[in-house]
């Protein structure tokens, strides 16, 4: 889902993923061109269905489904129609439900030229649209559309305008970001909204939708952020795709990171994970690699609202988990032999590779559960998958205590990029918390101890 219409510790065995915002990027050292026409035609003449998490002002969850363009005529012109639906369920705001239809029309650019919206709107551009570039670089950025929006396709009631251009921001040397950015005005030409999709492009022509910020203006001013949580595309590729899982978490966990995020959910607030890089140790008479994990939560919602975890995790050779320490709250062994991930996955995989006891501390005397870990490869795009490493702590009674996630978008490169950590307590708990990374706060850090 392009967004072009308005109608958005791997493997950590307590409570934590360790990989964003406020900091400027660092412009990369090189400048070379990123294919922005060639990879926007290339996501927007696909399928999709994309899920997502509402944050800001409301809370709750939106379902984005796009048809795949096909031949259609616009306004007297040949475009390539798509059909979308959206699905809106929110827990705090009113209505908390809000389904929606309609069609965006596409030039042979993909560029967007029109939209109907059942029962609310339809769009047209006010001049023939630009093309996007063959190549960006960071500073580049234009308007490539107007859109003159009406109550429906009579065009006899005019309610504003539309207008869609991009910008494009540093990232690294290896990727650009990309802000898709919408501006709806009415007929006295007062800002209603503004929608920003912000994508990830790198050289090799995938664009990754990161999120869809929504500032609404005039009488309104809720602001709403969409996180992608699943994206699935078709049609699907001929041969079945495989990437290098174990490839890409062991260089993730090598390098000690620190990582700053907004939690969302049934609190809200700010967090910073942090985990060293790994360095030899002892644990249970084994020669491992330990490192340290730190947690900073600061909720304003919630009680307490600061909170800080130290702790430790000792891994294989693998870099698979053995056993974990928390000062004062938790000991965990591993039970029996740890088997490593798989070098390559596809779509469908699933297993549990470790299990884990759990104590009050390091004299073992005093059980309080046990806690798997196990990871599921997801849909993502056809260049990419998601890699949902999946922790589930149980008490002595075998109840479920709480269910961690922790989504990793995983490509051909072994590259891991943190989406999510989504933690849902149970039992006498039932919150629900989302860590969202905020875009450019992942850095790297020294291995432990510090």
Not at 26 to 46: C, M
Not at 143 to 170: D, M, Q
Request: proline content about 6%; overall charge neutral.
């Amino acid at each position: 889902m392009l967004c072009c219409v308005a109608l958005v510790g791997v493997l950590a065995s307590c409570g934590g993923g360790s990989g964003g915002g406020a900091e400027a990027p660092t412009v990369p050292s090189v400048v070379e061109g990123f294919p922005l026409q060639a990879a926007y035609k290339a996501r927007a003449a696909l399928a999709q269905t994309e899920e997502f998490v509402v944050s800001g002002t409301c809370n709750g969850t939106v379902r984005m489904v796009t048809g795949q363009p096909v031949a259609a005529s616009f306004e007297g012109v040949a475009v390539q129609q798509a059909s979308q639906s959206t699905q809106v369920a929110l827990s705090d705001c009113t209505p908390n439900s809000v389904i929606s239809t309609g069609s965006t029309f596409l030039d042979g650019n993909y560029v967007p030229v029109g939209a109907s919206v059942d029962g609310q709107e339809y769009a047209r551009y006010a001049a023939a649209p630009a093309a996007l570039p063959a190549s960006v670089k960071p500073g580049d950025g234009a308007t490539v559309v107007t859109l003159n929006t009406f109550t429906n396709s009579t065009k006899l009631i005019a309610t504003g305008r539309r207008t869609w251009a991009y910008l494009v921001e540093a990232d690294s040397a290896a990727a650009v970001f990309v802000r898709f950015v919408q501006k709806s005005y009415n007929t006295a030409d007062l800002l209603l909204a503004t929608q920003q999709a912000r994508y990830r492009l790198d050289k090799s022509g995938t664009l990754s939708l990161l999120s869809i910020d929504i500032q609404y203006g005039g009488t309104s001013q809720n602001h709403l952020l969409y996180t992608p949580t699943r994206l699935v595309v078709s049609p699907p590729v001929s041969a079945t795709p495989t990437y290098p899982l174990q490839q890409a978490y062991t260089a993730r966990l090598t390098t000690g990171s620190s990582e700053r995020f907004v939690v969302s959910g049934s609190c809200n607030g700010t967090a910073t994970l942090s985990e060293s890089a790994p360095a030899a140790a002892n644990f249970e008479g084994l020669t491992v690699q330990a490192t340290s994990q730190t947690a900073l939560v600061s909720l304003s919602d919630c009680s307490p609202g600061t909170s800080a975890v130290v702790g430790s995790n000792f891994y294989d050779t693998n870099y698979l988990i053995l056993g974990s320490v928390t000062p004062g709250q938790e000991y965990a062994k591993v039970i029996g032999i740890v088997a490593p991930l798989p070098s390559l996955v596809q779509v469908g995989d699933a297993a549990t590779v470790v299990p884990l006891n759990l104590f009050i501390d390091n004299t073992k005397a005093v059980s309080t559960g046990r806690r798997t870990v196990g990871y599921a490869i997801e849909p993502d795009s056809v260049n990419s998958v998601v890699a949902n490493f999946i922790t589930r702590s149980y008490n002595t009674a075998d109840q479920l205590l709480s269910t961690q996630q922790v989504r990793y978008r995983l490509d051909n490169s072994a590259v891991f990029k943190l989406l999510s950590i989504e933690i849902q307590n149970s039992t006498t708990n039932t919150a629900r918390l989302v860590y969202t990374p905020i875009p450019g706060s992942f850095t790297q850090v020294p291995a432990w101890p510090w």
